[in-house]
């Protein structure tokens, strides 16, 4: 099963799903008004339109950014207002989704999401971006939860291991986002009709498909409180920071891809979007392809080539930065961390010393920490050097994954 974070900056949309694994009563049945293909196209819908929503956000930063006079430290430290928010419904979402249901839940904060994000276009100065950032954070975290706890049921209802096409069905949403955004830059389309755009056609959807999402039965028990976090120990420190340094890189790739192809590789302002476009065009085709990946090389096997990929591609971004290596670069390093928090937590489940969802928390908790602090530490590094060495920074993470996959033994 993937496992994988929608929300980051994004990029953190990936981390704070997982969360919602872990308050799922094993004796809730599902209630299916659908049949499973239905119920299938329907989860994905919503996972598509999410990527939709946030790659809106993320194509727009170099606007944001141009139009407000911000340097990169600026910047950076406006981008912590987005996981600021999440931090803020993190230890509550969860909750709300067990005693709501996740399609209650989902059909009430999808629409909240697509709305909020309209709200970012009518910031005209720094805090008045972040304010609404905080509440897009907020938004999108109580959305994140309900949906990939929609997911799992709808998994689970299927019959087969499909939670990896559900996590492909939101990047693929996220390349839509950043083409649907390329396409209104040029056409000179202003930010807040854009927006309104992206959310008439989320709550069209949620018109259309909430229908068809699942039902739970309230649980008759309450699941045994347990503490909300535990210190990792042994291989989940190790797989805990492999995932650090795959969402480190995913941020900032999220948050200053468009940025670097505009300031690094001068493209004009109205197609630096490119940048982002190619590295979620690879992190999809990846994830799509993981399965077959993981049957042909194994897990080790394959993070340790998707380190050593990542440090390529961004190698090649940094020394080499005209359009056509940079967008090679992009395109690899999307494809090296496709698959590697997926595979993390897979890892991470499946130990038998500790319970698979207490595992993947302790997992998820070190690696959630490079959302929080990843994309602004490039502004403040860059704004004291330049893009190029923050982005070169961020090429050693890669190195990392690799050197310290071969101190995990425990990989079936």
Known sequence: MQLNLIIHTS????????????????????LAPSSPKQVRFAISAF????????????????????????NDAELGSILFALPAGQIMTMFFSAKLTTHFGSKKMLTATAPMYA??????????????LAAFL?????????????????????????????????HGAWSIGNLTGALIALGLVNLKLGMYAHFWIIAG???????????????????DTLAEKTRFFTMPQGILVLLGLIAFCS???????????AIYF???????????????????????????LGVYLIGKFGRKN???????????????????????????????????????????????????????????????????????????????????????YSFGIISVFGLLITFVITKVKEIN
């Open 47 to 70: 996972y598509f339109m999410q990527g939709v929503c946030f790659a809106s956000w993320a194509s727009r930063i170099p606007t944001f950014k141009a139009s407000m006079g911000l």
């Open 262 to 288: 505009e300031d690094v590789v001068k493209l004009p302002h109205n197609r630096a979007i490119i940048g982002y476009a190619s590295f979620m065009f690879m992190m999809a085709s990846g994830r799509f």
């Open 302 to 388: 394959l993070l340790q080539i998707s380190g050593a990929i990542i440090s390529i591609g961004m190698a090649l971004a940094v020394i080499f930065p005209n359009l056509f290596v940079a967008i090679i670069g992009f395109m690899l390093i999307g494809l090296g961390v496709s698959s590697i928090v997926p595979m993390v937590y897979s890892i991470a489940g499946n130990n038998k010393k500790v319970p698979a969802g207490k595992a993947i928390t302790m997992v998820s908790s070190i690696g959630y920490f490079a959302f929080l602090f990843g994309p602004p530490l490039i502004g403040y590094i860059s704004q004291l050097s330049s893009l190029r």
């Open 134 to 166: 905080v509440l897009f954070g907020i938004t999108g975290n109580l959305c994140n939860i309900a949906l990939n706890t929609q997911g799992v049921a709808g998994e689970n209802y299927y019959g087969k291991p499909i939670m990896s096409s559900f």
């Open 247 to 257: 969402m480190a890189t995913e941020g900032t790739m999220f948050d200053w891809s």
């Open 201 to 219: 056609i989320s709550l069209t959807n949620v018109a259309f498909n909430s229908k068809k999402l699942l039902n739970y039965n309230k649980p």
């Open 115 to 128: 709305i909020a994000l309209t709200f970012l276009a009518l910031a005209n100065t720094g805090w008045q």
């Open 11 to 30: 990029v953190l949309e990936e981390s704070t799903q997982d969360q919602a694994l872990l308050n799922i009563p094993e004796n809730k049945p599902v």
